[in-house]
């Protein structure tokens, strides 16, 4: 079946309607997803970048079905080694490229939980089963069942942006130290909604 999203407002309302059932058809918003192609006038007033890390920006809520969200990228910028919360998670270039490495789950299935917080006990490298180029307009997707995954940019002089979606939406995720697959949660944060800025709130280190 042929798709025609000529924007990326086109392409947020029949992701509304592909969501409208409890149940997501991977195959059908992978194809919405490649459908659209990028065009900077559309999606430029979200795009916020920082200067020391890949910036979360989010565009839609989905009805609480899903979030759409931008994620800039710096140059060199990487996200940790992550899980998706049980989440399907789709992701859409949109300028640049970036590289996707992904990993097995560590050998307990879950994580290395023998291991100790001065990193001794059974810590074991998470394996590595592929990596890939993602350029413009292309789209891959993931969930916890294919494994865990690090994004990067690898280029040292071009930015990235990247298109993702997660359904169900989710607020906490946990890191990967690749070297001992020990796990630590983390929350998800936003740098800006709807492309207006978030206030920055410092957390304690507990």
């Not at 001794?120 to 089963?129: V, Y």
């Not at 690749?178 to 207006?196: I, L, Y």
């Amino acid at each position: 079946m042929a798709y025609n999203v000529a924007t990326l407002d086109e392409l947020i309302a029949e992701l509304h309607k592909a969501f409208e059932s409890d149940s997501v058809d991977v195959d059908h918003v992978t194809q919405l997803m490649q459908s659209y192609k990028t065009n900077p006038a559309d999606w430029m007033k979200f795009a916020k970048f920082d200067r020391y890390r890949y910036t979360r920006n989010l565009v839609d809520e989905g009805n609480g079905k899903f979030n759409l969200m931008l994620l800039c990228w710096g140059e060199g910028h990487s996200s940790a080694v992550h899980d998706h919360a049980d989440a399907h998670c789709f992701m859409k270039m949109l300028d640049g490229t970036l590289k996707e490495v992904r990993f097995a789950w560590p050998s307990d299935g879950n994580s290395s939980s023998a291991t100790t917080e001065s990193g001794a006990g059974d810590a074991q490298e998470l394996q590595t089963t592929g990596s890939t180029l993602l350029e413009v307009n292309g789209v891959c997707y993931i969930n916890d069942s294919l494994g865990l995954h690090r994004v990067e940019n690898p280029s040292h002089v071009d930015r990235s942006v990247s298109l993702h979606l997660y359904s169900p939406p989710f607020d906490t995720c946990h890191m990967f130290d690749q070297r001992t697959g020990k796990k630590t949660a983390a929350k998800v944060t936003f740098w800006s909604k709807f492309g207006e800025r978030v206030p920055s709130v410092k957390f304690r280190k507990k």
